[in-house]
């Protein structure tokens, strides 16, 4: 009742990264994979788009002192796949990077982003 359903086993070989089991998938299976924890690399297509948000009224100070109100969004995409990552990300247009998320809706909701020089976390 109130423990969260399993999963449905797939055929794709898993990882675990931080207590988290993703399954390690081809780019072109992502677009089918809705609601699953997966691991993929490639190539970023274009620049990232890095985007500050703010919710709430201007005015208000819960806006300015709450860290759920705002934050930092980055978004890129990798061989046609959309991947958005709550914080700051410093990549670039053709770096090899390999992300760890959740797929949703076809876009990948990253909580990790290698490259070669650097880890990018999502707390």
Known sequence: MFWRKKDKEIPYPKEEKDGIVYYVVRIEDVRHLDGYNVKLKGTVDEKPTLVYYATGFPWSISSRVIE?????????????????????????KGEKVTVYGRVRNGVVEARIIETEKAIFKHA
Do not use: C, K, L
């Not at 759920?68 to 700051?88: A, K, L």
């Open 68 to 92: 759920e109100d705002h934050g930092h969004e980055t978004t890129f995409n990798i061989s046609g796949v959309p991947v958005i990552f709550r914080g700051i990300a410093i990549i670039s």
